[in-house]
């Protein structure tokens, strides 16, 4: 395994083989990038100081015949709460790096100008960006394509809203694929580093077994495309998944207020209307699906419409306009904006404005009411420039509540400091747990177990169910079911996050894809380690206790900030789950159970120093001295 140290400050780079220990403990991508978090954060600097790091990391999978892997994990201390941080996207700049030479890419210190890295096998290069200043992502990687090429040149950038300092900024790989929350753009903008440009190499990866490896890999192929959520995916991308139930399913609405959105609504904003508009479908490297697609609004072309992105810029505001929508999209990826922490800031603001605790003039003239889609799109411009009302954003929608005050800070939705944009919290109860106990501060792609959703509509049997699980009767989920289902989410989620592979074509979309066993078999066959299921599961454990501790040691987070937003305590008002919503005594009940089976302190909410010892016997001093 090969790290690349980068030091912007110094203009230097150095490239060391890491101690097989790093491997053996961490595998690879999100694990060993979190391992690198650690030994490399300073509790006492700032979280935007030079020395801060941005971590990237691919997973062994990455650039092989492995189906769906091609992900990048990308690392950091989170800008708005100093915890973790931590994203992952697609796309072909994972394995375009692995190529170059490099498995994990570490970059610190301060350029005194604007900079781009261009990693190639042979090295490292600092390239001037005063030309890139300002430019979207998408114009970015044509601009080094067209300077670093004629090969393939992919790109990791920030867009103007990382270089102002935007702490809702993402960065955008291979221009539609985002790693967001948690402010990584505002981290590159920091850094005076526009972008990350990978001039294809030729490093081999060779497998220990080809010819098993081979046979493994197919059946993982055709398992993927027998599996009906893939279908779906290949047809429309997660939207056609997401819109697939109408206003049966639970919505994020009106800034989380409720989970109803009403048929006419979805319907105005349909999945045939979005469709319409879609170019050309396409895929991350090695992937067959194709759930992603070049899309155009006017004449603008861009990419990136997904669920999430439908639920940000439509039902999170009650917008309604499918061109407001596919604009607030493109807007979005060209600033370089989260799109769920940019709807968290403009669907406050909406909600504030109705209840008359913002006004015309203090949002500079926006009449920013439920459903407006061209008050949206200005605002999400304002928040990229930090111009305006816009500035108000600069540093999270919690801050911009606290420093607005009379009563808005009870209409943020926040989980650690991170302003949340989520569906189904109230309804499902498994996926509410993984969302507010997510290491990075909220989203679902960590703990949320979409299996949940599964066995409510009669997908897993009950064979699965226990063998994979531990639960008997998916019809009917318990508190402890709940819990548990949530911990085996985590400890999967940090797998496959570690190997490289998409969590659309894993368990998480179909309990028949990439088991772990079938991942032991395929590293087995790709390394020549011996490996099984319930191994890979350990590890996963052991990534999720390092980000506990990490949390602990250098946010001070505990058991406190594992509490749903109160919002989550109003019932949905209307459709399949009219009624439902957090209910707090059962909650404490899931917790408790959540914590017993992590071996977390049931005060706390952290790490006993006995299951540090078991997990992480190296961090038990450095943590304990903090405590």
């Known amino acids: 395994m090969n790290i690349l140290f980068v030091d912007l400050s110094r203009k230097t780079w150095r490239v060391e083989t890491a101690d097989p220990s790093l491997e053996k403990g961490y595998i690879g ?11 490399l954060t300073d509790p006492a600097q700032d979280v935007l100081c030079p020395e801060s790091p941005v971590i990237l990391g691919s997973g062994p999978f990455v650039g092989t015949l492995v189906p769906a892997a091609s992900r990048l994990a990308v690392d950091f201390r989170n800008t708005l709460n100093k915890g973790i941080g931590s994203a992952n996207a697609g796309g072909a700049f994972a394995a375009a790096m692995r190529y170059a030479g490099y498995d994990h890419t570490v970059i610190t210190g301060r350029s005194d100008s604007p900079v781009a890295i ?37 790109t990791l950038a920030a867009g103007p809203a990382g270089e102002r300092g935007v702490r ?50 197919d059946k993982s192929h055709q398992r993927l495309m027998n599996s009906r ?18 206003d049966r399913r639970a919505h994020g609405v009106r800034n989380m207020s409720d989970e109803y959105w009403p048929q006419e609504a979805i319907d105005s904003v349909s999945e045939k209307t979005i469709l319409s508009r879609r170019i050309r479908r396409h895929s991350c490297l090695g992937c067959p ?14 990419e990136g419409l997904q669920a999430n992105m439908y639920r940000a810029f439509a039902t999170n505001t009650d917008v309604r306009d499918p061109e407001a929508l596919m604009r607030a999209n493109a807007l979005a990826n060209d600033m370089g904006l989260d799109c769920d922490h940019t709807s968290a800031a403009v669907a406050w603001a909406m909600e504030c404005y109705e209840k008359g605790i913002l006004d015309a003039k203090e949002t500079g003239g926006l009449e920013l009411h439920w459903g407006n889609g061209n008050a949206m799109v200005e605002l999400i411009g304002l928040i990229g420039e930090r111009k305006g009302f816009g500035e108000l954003f600069a540093d999270g929608v919690v801050e911009a509540a606290r420093r607005v005050g009379r009563g808005s800070e009870q209409l943020v939705p926040e989980v650690r400091g991170n302003a949340l ?39 897993v049997s009950r064979e699965t169910a226990s063998r994979l699980f531990g639960i008997r009767d998916p019809d009917n989920l318990s508190h402890a079911d709940r819990a548990r289902l ?16 998409c969590c659309l074509s894993s ?46 040691g250098f946010a001070g987070f505990d058991r406190y900030n594992d509490t749903p937003p109160e919002k989550l305590l109003e019932p949905v008002s209307a459709g399949r789950y009219e009624g439902a919503a957090i209910d707090a005594d059962s909650w404490q009940i899931m917790l408790e159970e959540y914590y017993r089976l992590h071996g977390w302190n049931n005060e706390t909410g952290n790490p006993d120093a006995e299951t540090l010892r078991a997990e992480l016997p190296e961090i038990v001093k450095p943590l304990g001295a903090r405590r």
């Not at 990687?141 to 004629?150: K, S, V, Y």
């Not at 699906?289 to 861009?302: A, D, K, M, N």
């Open 229 to 246: 959520f893939a279908r779906v995916h290949s047809a429309g991308g997660t939207l056609a998944a997401y819109l697939a139930s109408g």
């Open 289 to 302: 699906v194709g759930c992603s697609g070049l899309y155009r609004t006017g004449e603008t072309p861009f």
């Open 168 to 217: 809702l900024a993402c960065l955008i790989s291979d221009r539609g694929r985002a790693a967001g929350y948690g402010g990584p753009g505002a981290l590159f903008g920091s850094k005076n580093l526009k972008a990350v440009a990978v001039v294809t190499g030729d490093r081999p990866l060779i497998p220990f077994d080809g010819p098993r490896f081979l046979e493994l890999c």
């Open 29 to 39: 991508g999100r694990g060993v990038n979190q391992r690198l978090l650690w030994d």
């Open 486 to 501: 949530v911990v085996w989410q985590e400890r999967y989620k940090a797998v496959i996050d570690c190997m490289g592979i």
């Open 507 to 552: 368990v998480w979309m179909d309990v028949e894809l990439f088991q772990p066993d079938e991942i032991a078999e395929l590293y087995t066959a790709l390394t020549g380690t011996e490996t099984y299921g319930k191994d890979l599961m350990e590890t996963g454990e052991r990534i999720v206790q390092m980000e506990r501790a990490y949390n602990e």
């Open 118 to 154: 261009v990693l190639s096998s042979e090295g490292v290069k600092f390239r001037n960006a005063t030309d890139l200043t300002g430019k979207s992502p998408w114009e970015t990687e044509h601009i080094l394509q067209n300077t670093e090429g004629p090969g393939p040149v992919r």
């Open 421 to 459: 944009m989520e569906a189904g919290m109230r309804s499902h109860p498994a996926w509410a747990l993984g969302i507010v106990t997510s290491a990075k501060a909220g989203g679902h792609l960590r703990g949320a177990p979409a299996q949940e959703y599964q066995m409510e509509a009669g997908l």
